[in-house]
């Protein structure tokens, strides 16, 4: 079928503003936020809803035309895009909440619902939906559920996969299934928990069925400030080490806090700091009373710069401004951002800071470091400009260090930005041969063309990896 014939059919499926081709169009959509990775698609697509999607895919399917779904594009390993000939399919006009049953705590929505929107419109009801990426204000539900996000909450909530209940799917020949169930019933296989983290590779989620967790009685933000990250990792392992259970432990070095600072999302914190730590305790609030003079108690033993409460919700809300806004403000340090994601055991993390540094003086590149320490998930945030191919490639070895030795102290090349494009070559360092091709081969049942966002998540078969340009020159393996 020519590219004609097949843009043609889609057209009359979505509507003809609905199909973007022009370059300029295009532009938008030839990476996420991981700018290492660019490609122009043909054509992006603009469904309005479940079915236009499914009509698109079926079509692209006969057509054998590779396609990738896209959320809002925030995504940090080079997930959203597709190679040169292929389609994106937009999820961001699926936009609406279609019912919030306060009694099930549950909500029913379309894939393109802005994380932060789906929250906002529970709270009326006393709820809200726990998982919360520091993009919450603009990733989408559907991106987040095929990356498996996590945020500062996740500490205490879990990931997304925990708030997923089930989702309406395309498959990748256009056929439609519901995987997973809004009761508690108990499924023999657990697609549900597969489709999550998948990458968009074996289905595209058309309408998603989540949990909601009550607003809870009474929150307390605290802001310790440490002489060194160091100090500030360790009072991370002691507090979790004494039993005691925030909702969150978001850790920020001297470099974010004075990009922050330097910035609209500007939240008042100490710049003489070497690192601060956030921490957040909520729940009901006896529970609260109890446990945050215990966590004073204890912090006391660390050689504090400061121990400050949010007083006002509005000082809490400074300070979360402060930390979710860290990613822009880093953003105005250079032309591109590297944001790494890694993992580590929470006791190696003063371990792999230092490493981190090391690999900085090393790289010659400024490094930031913000990260869910409670998690042991770290994010060096390197500034770089990605038109000198010398940074590029001194970005990227780093990258390929710092996650060598989360592996070697026991961690993970990923906690939740995905492997993407970015790390496919990291995997035969996590996984071994057989474990790979069970991967590929679970894939391949749902995916058996690998037309949905090929080449993704797993080592690249020959023929991909010539696809995408990588730093302004052609990827060569
Ligand atoms: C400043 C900043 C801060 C961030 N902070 C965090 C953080 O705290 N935690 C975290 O986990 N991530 C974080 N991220 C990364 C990113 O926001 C998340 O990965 C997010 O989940 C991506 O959502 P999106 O809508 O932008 O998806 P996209 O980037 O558009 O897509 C991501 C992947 O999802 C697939 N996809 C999209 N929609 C669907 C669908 N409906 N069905 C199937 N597959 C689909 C795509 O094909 C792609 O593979 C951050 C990013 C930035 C820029």
């Known amino acids: 079928m020519s590219a004609e014939s097949w843009k043609a059919q889609l057209r009359e499926i979505v509507g ?4 973007l081709d022009t370059p300029a169009a295009l532009l938008a959509y030839e990476s996420d936020a991981l700018t290492l990775f660019r490609c122009k698609p043909s054509a992006v697509l603009l469904p309005e809803n479940a079915d236009q999607v499914a009509a698109c895919v079926a079509v692209l399917h006969a057509a054998k035309v590779p396609f990738a779904a896209r959320g809002a594009g925030t995504g940090l390993s080079g997930g959203a895009l597709v190679a040169e000939g292929g389609v994106v399919i937009a999820m961001t006009r699926l936009k609406k909440i279609h019912a919030l049953d306060a009694e099930r705590r549950i909500a029913i929505v379309d894939p393109g619902v802005v994380n932060l929107d789906l929250s906002r419109a529970a709270e009326k009801f006393g709820l809200r939906y726990a998982p919360d990426p520091a993009s919450q204000s603009v990733s989408t539900l559907g991106g987040n559920m095929a990356e498996n996000a996590g945020g500062p909450m996740c500490f205490l909530h879990g990931t997304t996969a925990n708030h997923v209940l089930a989702a309406d799917v395309v498959l990748p020949d256009g056929r439609c299934e519901t995987w997973g169930e809004v009761h508690d019933h108990a499924q023999d296989l657990d697609l549900r928990g597969f489709l999550c983290g998948s990458e968009g590779t074996v289905a595209i989620a058309v309408r998603l069925y989540l949990k909601l967790v009550p607003v809870p009685e009474k929150v307390v933000t605290m802001m310790a400030a ?60 006896t529970t609260v009373e109890h446990d945050v003079p215990q966590m004073e108690a204890l912090l006391d033993n660390f050689d504090l710069l400061r121990l400050e409460r949010a007083e006002t919700p509005e000082q809490r809300l400074a300070v979360w401004k402060g930390r979710k806004g860290a990613g822009g403000a880093l953003g105005r340090l250079a032309p591109d951002s ?83 494009l970015e790390k496919q070559h990291m995997m035969a360092e996590q996984f071994g041969a057989e474990e790979i091709a069970l991967m590929e081969r679970l894939r391949r049942v749902f995916n058996p063309t690998d037309l949905m966002n090929p080449g993704r998540g797993l080592p690249m078969g020959s023929g991909c990896a010539e696809a995408f340009h990588r730093h302004g020159r052609i990827q060569n393996g």
């Open 16 to 19: 003809k503003d609905y199909l």
């Open 338 to 420: 590297y944001v790494m994601d890694g993992v580590v055991p929470r006791s190696k993390l003063t371990e792999i800071m230092d490493y981190v540094g090391e690999v900085q003086t090393e790289a010659g590149l400024p490094v930031a470091n913000l990260f869910h320490a409670g998690d042991g998930n770290i994010h060096p945030h390197f500034s770089y400009d990605a038109r000198d191919p010398e940074q590029a490639a001194a970005v990227e070895n780093a990258g390929a260090k710092i996650l060598r030795r989360c592996l070697e102290l026991g961690g993970s090349i990923s906690g939740e930005h995905g492997i993407g």
């Open 226 to 285: 440490f002489h060194s990250i160091a100090e500030a990792c360790s009072a991370v392992s002691a507090i979790v080490a004494a039993g005691l259970r925030p909702v969150a432990l978001e850790v920020m070095d001297q470099a974010t806090i004075n990009a922050v600072e330097n910035s609209v999302y500007r939240a008042g914190l100490p710049t003489d700091a070497g690192a601060v730590l956030i921490i957040e305790v909520e729940g009901p609030s």
